[in-house]
């Protein structure tokens, strides 16, 4: 049994986060979170193998919640692994000057004949310098994702794929975003820039999964956003993107890296629905056509307007 505290976890600012892997031998362990800073929003954790153990390591998390994630004090996950390994454990303030010091526990689960047949039975993956290999598209794994959006008016709103967050049912001024794994795929990660309402109009850094881009609660709406698959699995997948604007304009676009943006750049986005699919399984009416763009009437209070220009 090991805990965790030792290894680094300690206060930091909104936007960064601490991150340290820990070594773990062959076995079944149960990874609990036991306790943070009694004061403030605990931190979210998140778990994921560490580089070179992707196919060593399976996380198992309780039904109905994220694969890789543990939010809250109390709840836990079972770490299955094959051979020896190194897990990615990252600690990440929810509030800003919040505190990332978090307690974790990693506490094997025994050993016996029946453990040595579920760690034996590990599936099957070949693997060569580009990553895992996959014989076809039917077998290529799915990425599922969910995407955080902070909404003018509304907060954190949280969706699956290809769900619109506003959209033309009912459009609302997008101010950030943060693109999440629920059921990551082994050499692929996506990552994304935003062009927030702001002098000079400057896209951000490039942000990878799991961090947020953009600005909460300062009316300062999107104007565009870009996405792109990284690392070794990318060209196997896609992005698929639909954005509606508060000009009425909506663009559709899929790719390994897509851009989203009114054509004066300078409207803001006011809809938007995402997925990461293989590339063998776009639909015919994404395929061929990686941009296309409409119009549609949207329907816009004084604030809004206000707000989106």
Same mark, same amino acid.
């Given at each position: 049994?090991?805990?965790?505290?030792?290894?680094?976890?300690?206060?930091?600012?909104?936007?960064?986060?601490?991150?340290?892997?820990?070594?773990?031998?062959?076995?079944?362990?149960?990874? !609990?979170?036991?306790? +943070?800073?009694?004061?403030?929003?605990?931190?979210?954790?998140?778990?994921?193998?560490?580089?070179?153990?992707?196919? +060593?390591?399976?996380?198992?998390?309780?039904?109905?919640?994220?694969?890789?994630? *543990?939010?809250?004090?109390?709840?836990?996950?079972?770490?299955?692994?094959?051979?020896?390994?190194?897990?990615?454990?990252?600690?990440?303030?929810?509030?800003?000057?919040?505190?990332?010091?978090?307690?974790?526990?990693?506490?094997?689960?025994?050993?016996?004949?029946?453990? %040595?047949?579920?760690?034996?039975?590990?599936?099957?993956? &070949?693997?060569?310098?580009?990553?895992?290999?996959?014989?076809?598209?039917?077998?290529?794994?799915?990425?599922?994702?969910?995407?955080?959006?902070?909404?003018?008016? !509304?907060?954190?709103?949280?969706?699956?794929?290809?769900?619109?967050?506003?959209?033309? %049912?009912?459009?609302?001024?997008?101010?950030?975003?943060?693109?999440?794994?629920? &059921?990551?795929?082994?050499?692929?990660?996506?990552?994304?820039?935003? *062009?927030?309402?702001?002098?000079?109009? @400057?896209?951000? %850094?490039?942000?990878?999964?799991?961090?947020? +881009?953009?600005?909460?609660?300062?009316?300062?709406?999107?104007?565009?956003? !870009?996405?792109?698959?990284?690392?070794?699995?990318?060209?196997?997948?896609?992005? @698929?993107?639909?954005?509606?604007?508060?000009?009425?304009?909506?663009?559709?676009?899929?790719?390994?890296?897509?851009? *989203?943006?009114?054509?004066?750049?300078?409207?803001?986005?006011?809809? *938007? !629905?995402?997925?990461?699919? +293989?590339?063998?399984?776009?639909?015919?009416?994404?395929?061929?056509?990686?941009?296309?763009?409409?119009?549609?009437?949207?329907?816009?209070?004084? @604030?809004?307007?206000?707000?989106?220009?």
């Amino acid at each position: 049994m090991r805990r965790l505290t030792e290894q680094g976890m300690g206060y930091m600012e909104i936007g960064e986060e601490q991150t340290t892997d820990v070594s773990v031998e062959r076995g079944l362990y149960v990874l !609990r979170y036991e306790s +943070a800073k009694l004061t403030g929003d605990p931190p979210s954790i998140f778990i994921r193998p560490a580089a070179g153990s992707e196919h +060593a390591v399976r996380l198992i998390a309780v039904p109905g919640t994220d694969d890789n994630r *543990l939010s809250i004090p109390g709840s836990n996950m079972v770490v299955l692994v094959y051979q020896e390994a190194s897990l990615r454990i990252t600690s990440r303030a929810r509030s800003r000057n919040g505190s990332v010091q978090a307690s974790l526990r990693l506490e094997p689960l025994g050993k016996g004949p029946g453990l %040595e047949d579920v760690l034996n039975k590990r599936p099957a993956i &070949s693997t060569s310098a580009d990553g895992p290999a996959y014989s076809s598209a039917a077998s290529l794994p799915k990425p599922d994702i969910t995407v955080l959006m902070h909404v003018s008016r !509304r907060g954190d709103v949280v969706v699956g794929p290809d769900t619109w967050i506003g959209g033309p %049912e009912a459009p609302a001024q997008i101010e950030g975003i943060e693109v999440r794994w629920t &059921s990551p795929t082994p050499n692929l990660d996506i990552e994304c820039q935003a *062009l927030g309402h702001n002098p000079g109009g @400057q896209w951000s %850094e490039w942000t990878p999964s799991g961090r947020f +881009a953009g600005s909460r609660g300062q009316a300062r709406g999107l104007m565009g956003l !870009r996405f792109r698959l990284t690392q070794a699995r990318s060209s196997d997948f896609q992005v @698929q993107a639909e954005a509606l604007f508060n000009d009425g304009t909506t663009f559709r676009k899929s790719g390994q890296q897509i851009e *989203l943006i009114s054509p004066s750049g300078m409207v803001a986005l006011v809809g *938007l !629905r995402l997925s990461v699919i +293989a590339d063998q399984q776009a639909s015919s009416q994404w395929r061929g056509a990686t941009e296309q763009h409409r119009r549609v009437r949207v329907f816009r209070s004084a @604030q809004l307007q206000r707000e989106g220009r």
